[in-house]
C-alpha cells in the first residue's frame, strides 16, 4: 500500500515522540513492503514563532493532500498564564479538527498486565479493562460563539450540538461496540443542560439500529466517579467535546501512565492520530518522554487502513517492550537510563 | 444560641439520612443548651409529586425565614431518561441555590486513615490527602441561557461569568487557603474557553491580596488525571459550577465512599449544608445508605455559626463509628447488619 503521511510534530516533547512513530512506521513499510511517504510541517507554538499563525496555510495544504496525519503534541506555557495572548498554539489543533471534520475522537484505554503494579488504583479494580472512548470532537463548548464584554469584565462560551453532530459519531461508537461487548455509555449532565438532553434524545433514537448492543446513561459526575471505582463495567464511551477531554485524561490513570494512551480522529475524509498527553514542556529534549502513545497512534492509522497485520506487530512489540522493561522513566522503577530513542529502537528492531 | 433550620429532605435516600444528621443535631442542642428549632418542606420530586413544583414557594419561604437550611437529596430516575420532560426535580435545587444566591459550594476530601484500604486507589498514594474544593455554584452553565430550536434539532447552553462572580468565591477560597495549607489551584479549561480566561485573570488579581498563599493554574483534563495521580498535592482547589459538579464527585472515590462526604453552600446571606452524594434511588428505604456525608453537613452548619466545639464533637464521632466499623455496608465486610438508623442512633448516644 502506498500512504502520504502528514507528520506534525508541533511543540514539547511532540518531536521527540513522533520521530519513534516515524521510525516505527518506516520499518513497517520495509517489512511489508509498504511505500509511506512522510512530509512534515510545522503547528502550535512552533508555528507561531515562525509563521506568527498556529496553524499554517502550508501545513493545512498538506494535511488536505495527505491520506492521514501523525501529530505530536500542541500547548506551550508561555501562552498558558497570558489570559490575553492573542494569539495561541491550541487554536492550530481546534482548526486542524475543525477544517479536516475530523469529528469523532476515539481512545482506547486499557490495563496492560505488565504494568497493574503502575497505577495508582490497586490492581483488582483495573485488572481487564478495556475501555474505547468515542468523543465528539468538532462541537460543543470547544466550537460555540465566545464573547469578551467591552470592558472585558464578563466572558462567555457557547455550548452548542446539532442532531447531525450527533447521529454521526453515535453510529461509529455503535459500531465499535459491536465488534467488542456491546455496550455503550452515554456520559451527559442532562439533569440540568438542554444539549445533553439532545445528547440524550437523540442517541436513544439512534440506538434503536443497533439492538444487539446495550445503552447506558451515566451523568458525568457520576461517571467520573465510576471510572475510577469500577472501570471493568465500561466497554464504549460515548460523550460530547468537554466531556471526553476530562473523562478520557481521567481514564489514563487506569493504565499507569498517560504516556501509553494513543488516540485516533477520523471524519468522513481525513483522519489523525496522536498520542493523548500534550506537549509535557517540562520533559522536553530530556529523552524522557514515552514514546508509546505515539507509536500506538501509529498503530490506530495502520487499523484505520485496515493494514491490521501490520498494527497488530507493532503493538507485539509496545507489549514486549513493558514486559522486558525497556521502558521510560515513569513506568521504570529498575533502569533509569532508558530514553524515548531507546524504546522506539527496541521496537523498531522487533519489527 | 438559638437557630431556625429548615429540613429539606427531598429524594431518595435523602429522607433516611436528613433524619440521621437532625437526631445529631438535638442531640448537640441538648448538651450544649442550644435552641435548634426545625421546619420540614418538600423539594424536588417529591414536591412535584405533591405540587406540581419541584420548589414550591412555601418552601422557599421557610428557607429564606431560617438561618440555615439542611438538605437531603434530589433525583429521580423517571425523569432522568425522558428527556422531554418540562418539570424536573433538580429545577428545584438549581432555584433553590440561585434565589438564595448560595455562591460557593464547599466540598471537603479527606482520607480517613480508618478508611485506607476501602479505596480504590493504593494507600500510599491517599494516605494523609486533604483538599478543600470551592465550586463556584450559581453561574456557568448551569445559569446561562438555554435554547432548544423549535425543530428539536438544535439545543445550546451558554457559559457565562462576570468579572464579580468570580472576585468573591475567589475571596472566600483564599481565605479558607490562609487557615490551611497556603496554596489555592485554579482549575479551568483557559488554553479553549474565554470564560476560563477571565477566571484566570480575575483570580490572578485577587491572589495579589493574598501574597501568603501560593496560586496554582490546571487545565481540568490534566486536574481530573492529578487527583488521582497525587491529591496531596492539592490544598483548596477553586473552580467553575461545572467542572467542581465532576471534580468534587471524582474526588470522593479518594475517601472510599461518596458517603462520606459533606458539604457547605455559602452565599452573602443564607447557607445549606447537604452530603455530595445524590439521591440514590435504588437504596432508598433500605436502610443501607451511609448517613455520614449528612451528618457530617450537620456539623459544617455548626462551623458556620462558629459552634466549633460543637461540630468538632460531630466528628470525633464519626471517626469513632468509622472506626469501630458501626458504618453502613459499602464500607463495612465484617459487619453487613448496620443500618443508616444505628450509625445515626450510635453518633448520637456518643454525643
Ligand atoms: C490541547 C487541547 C486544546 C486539547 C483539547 O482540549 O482537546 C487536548 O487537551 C486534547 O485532549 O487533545
Ligand atoms: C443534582 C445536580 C443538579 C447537582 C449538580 O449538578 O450541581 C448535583 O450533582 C450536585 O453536585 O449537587
Not at 519513534?20 to 507561531?48: M, N, P, R, T
Not at 492573542?86 to 486499557?110: C, D, M, S
Not at 449532565?189 to 440506538?207: C, F, H, Q
Not at 475510577?228 to 463495567?233: D, G, S, T, Y
Request: charged residues 25%.
Amino acid at each position: 500500500m502506498k500512504l502520504k503521511i502528514a507528520v506534525l510534530p508541533g511543540d514539547g516533547v511532540g518531536p521527540e515522540v513522533t520521530a519513534q512513530a516515524v521510525k516505527v512506521l518506516k520499518a513497517i513499510a520495509q517489512e511489508f513492503d509498504h511505500s509511506f511517504q512522510f512530509k512534515y510541517a510545522s503547528v502550535g507554538a512552533v508555528a507561531i514563532d515562525e509563521t506568527g499563525d498556529p496553524l499554517p496555510k502550508k501545513t493545512l495544504d498538506l494535511c488536505k493532500n495527505s491520506d492521514a496525519i501523525l501529530f505530536g503534541a500542541i500547548g506551550d506555557p508561555k501562552y498558558d498564564n497570558n489570559p490575553s495572548a492573542k494569539v495561541r498554539p491550541e487554536q492550530g489543533l481546534l482548526k486542524l479538527r475543525k477544517e479536516l471534520g475530523l469529528f469523532a475522537n476515539i481512545r482506547p484505554v486499557k490495563a496492560y498486565d505488565t504494568l497493574l503494579d503502575k497505577s495508582p488504583l490497586k490492581k483488582q479494580f483495573i485488572k481487564g479493562t478495556d475501555i474505547c472512548i468515542y468523543r465528539e470532537l468538532t462541537g460543543g463548548i470547544y466550537f460555540g460563539e465566545k464573547t469578551l464584554s467591552e470592558d472585558g469584565n464578563t466572558a462567555s462560551d457557547l455550548c452548542v450540538y446539532s442532531r447531525v453532530e450527533i447521529e454521526r459519531i453515535t453510529h461509529l461508537a455503535f459500531k465499535a461496540a459491536q465488534s467488542r461487548k456491546r455496550k455503550v455509555t452515554l456520559v451527559d449532565k442532562a439533569n440540568v443542560l438542554e444539549s445533553s438532553r439532545l445528547w440524550r434524545k437523540v442517541v436513544t433514537e439512534v440506538s434503536e439500529d443497533y439492538k444487539d448492543v446495550k445503552l447506558e446513561y451515566l451523568f458525568v459526575d457520576n461517571a467520573a466517579m465510576q471510572i475510577i471505582l469500577n472501570p471493568k463495567q465500561f466497554d464504549v464511551i460515548l460523550t460530547e467535546n468537554m466531556f471526553g477531554d476530562i473523562i478520557s485524561d481521567e481514564a489514563s490513570v487506569i493504565g499507569g501512565s498517560i504516556g501509553l494512551l494513543a488516540s485516533a480522529s477520523v471524519g468522513d475524509y481525513f483522519s489523525m492520530f496522536e498520542p493523548i498527553h500534550g506537549s509535557y514542556p517540562q520533559a522536553k529534549d530530556l529523552g524522557i518522554a514515552n514514546p508509546i502513545a505515539s507509536i500506538l497512534s501509529a498503530a490506530m492509522l495502520l487499523d484505520h487502513f485496515e493494514l491490521f497485520e501490520e498494527a497488530e506487530l507493532i503493538r507485539e512489540g509496545v507489549e514486549k517492550s513493558l514486559k522486558l522493561n525497556i521502558t521510560t522513566p515513569e513506568l521504570n522503577s529498575k533502569f533509569n537510563h532508558i530514553t524515548t530513542t531507546k524504546v522506539g529502537d527496541f521496537i523498531e528492531d522487533f519489527i
